[in-house]
């Protein structure tokens, strides 16, 4: 390193031992420091509440009076009203609150619900009105991102909107699930083939692969998206908690998309993990996407592994997620991997990271608020001893009213072992670690994500 770009980053070193413990100097640092790319990010849960709420109530949406749930038809069951009516009444004013602190964790405080209740059940509130149009939420999330100094986001898009006819198929549900808990690997991944095989007979398939890549590819087109400060890439998502056939052709699915789209940078799989299908069916579902990989050598994914706490499952529980994504599903990166001290032979699974260069997704504000874990509760030191590259996100930043700043924040502050240059490496995997498919592409962003950082170094005190 030329001796004037070290003398920078000394600088910029000592600085931030001078103020790590003061949040406020930390903020204004953090705030202007380039972080890259926001890898692990769910479109869904990254709009804030405000902008949702405003829409519904311009759209007159109904709102249950109980949950907070809005919808464009009146429901059959439930207490549902209009805005409007609501405003006539002059109920609006007051009831705004109680629906923002439903949808996000805004005025939280412990006893008011539990939060990984709140967290999760916030999303099926507002997603009628999300769903509704995607485009603000687009803009707003690029802007925002500009504004705090944030180059790229790989956002967990949409699910897959599927036109496969899949009633032939099902039959195959519990022989799959009879299978996985057989520990039959290779009956299950058998079977798999002629599932696959039967899919692709189906003139839908490719039709479903054409419409979801196009449906992505004109709103980012439309919207302007990337631009000379800013890109964005998107993940297709499945959801864990459908049966093992609808699952596995929105998995084939959203490979295909990614394999025909530079857009689709990637896939993941959602929903809680530590739910009753979740848990039922994780090895069943590492078999798939083994399955798929074989298929789609090319195609990236990450996988939400171990986003589970002592206490929210039986500990044998904790022994095997992060182990059977890396070994089972063959997976690019993890996401959360919190559980990683309860891992069974957890340092050799270390050292086959660091090994095979298998990032982790730190979400600091999102495993505080809905594991309750922080502090040296969280693995981030024993994933840094064993050398296996971190980067920070902010999962859902809309629902936990947080941003990529404030996660630096925590991380400087809660983890002094992190040096600047330590924090700086982790921004630098931001681009490195992406999925953007496109070479040349990569590169343009760490390059200027150098150019950014030897600006910013330049200006601090």
Known sequence: MPICLWAQEEKASKYVEKIRNNEAELTAFMAQMPKGGDLHHHFSGSIYAEPLLEKAINLDYYVN?????????????????????????GKLESLKNEILRRWSVKDYFPGFYPS????????DKYLPVLNDEYAPGML???NRAKAENVSYIETMFSPIFSQV?????????????NLARQSDRQGVLNLLEKIYAELQKQESLQQTVLWNNQFIQRLHDSLQIDDDQFTMRYQKYVLRFKNPVELFSDIVISFMSAQSNKLIAGVNIVAPEHGEVSMQDYHLHMLMFQFCHQKFPQVKYSLH?????????????????????IYTAKVNRIGHGVDMPYEKNSYELLRYMQQQQIPVEINLVSNRFILKIQADKHPIKLYHDFHVPLVISTDDAGVLRTSLTEQYVLLAKSYPFLSYSDIKKIVMNSIDFSFIQEASLKQKLKQDLLRRFKEFEAKIP
């Open 165 to 177: 006819r899949l009633d032939e198929l099902t039959r195959y549900d519990s022989q799959l699930r």
């Open 305 to 325: 592994a171990g986003e589970l706490a002592l206490g929210q499952v039986a500990p044998e529980d904790l022994t095997w997620h992060i182990n059977e994504a």
């Open 65 to 89: 009076l109980e949950t907070k749930a809005v919808a464009k038809e009146k429901p059959t069951i439930g207490s549902w009203e209009k805005f409007s009516v609501l405003a006539a009444e």
């Open 116 to 123: 990984d209740q709140l967290f999760f059940e916030s999303f």
């Open 140 to 142: 707003e999330l690029k």
